[in-house]
Structures are given as C-alpha cells and as structure tokens.
C-alpha cells in the first residue's frame, strides 16, 4: 500500500487549496481514508475522513470550511480547503484505516503517505 499526498502551497489567508492523496495497492471499497496534519511543534491532529462506503466526517475545526471526496476511478481522495487560515500551516498527510469504525483518530490508521507542507500567509 502506498500513499502519496500532495497539492500543498502557499497561500493567503482566505484563500483555497486543493490537496490529493493518490493511492496504490489498495481498493477504496475496503478502505477509509483519512486527512491529518500537524503543525511545528504540536501533535498530529485528525481532520475529516471519508469511509469505504462513501460517508464523510469532519472535525469541530474544519467542518463547513473543508470537504473530503474520492475518486474511486483514480484511487485518489480529496480535500478541498476553502477560507483558510494562518492556524491551519502544517504538514498535512493522508492515511488508509482497514479497522471495522471509521474513526478520525491518529492511532487508529495502519498506511500512512509522505506529508505535503500548507503554509497560510496572513
């Protein structure tokens, strides 16, 4: 299983970005994929997931500003960052979970792609 996010940037405050997490050797009809970032010195912190079966979650801080999507035909999974802040500049990643629950927790997620760095300018 590999991971790769990618689509990060520099960006302004209020602006919008539009990260990809392609993915291999595994069939998203088995899998949930999750969004994560940490930034500089803070632990990794989950950000929305969608599940094998098409259902999407997201957390207090980023619901109604990030959405999560997937490409099943491209094994590729979205997230699309509108009114974006300084607070959200970090290292975001992506992951594949095959527990039972979809779940949002760091912990709880088995493949784990290379980060993309976000920096938003204010």
């Known amino acids: 299983v590999q991971l790769q996010a990618y689509g990060g940037g520099l960006v302004q405050a209020g602006g919008s970005l539009r990260l990809s997490c392609a993915a291999s050797?595994?069939?998203?009809?088995?899998?949930?994929i999750g969004w994560f970032r940490q930034a500089p010195g803070k632990e990794r912190e989950g950000l929305s997931c969608i599940t094998n079966d098409g259902k999407t979650y997201y957390t207090h801080d980023v619901k109604g500003r990030f959405t999560i999507s997937s490409d099943n035909a491209k094994n590729t999974v979205y997230l699309q960052m509108n009114s974006l802040e300084p607070e959200d500049t970090a290292v975001y990643y992506c992951?594949?979970?095959?527990?039972?629950?979809?779940?949002?927790?760091?912990?709880?997620?088995?493949?784990w792609g290379q980060g993309t760095l976000v920096t938003v300018s204010s």
């Open positions: 992951a594949a979970s095959t527990g039972r629950i979809a779940t949002i927790l760091v912990e709880m997620y088995d493949y």
């Open positions: 050797g595994l069939a998203f009809d088995r899998y949930h």
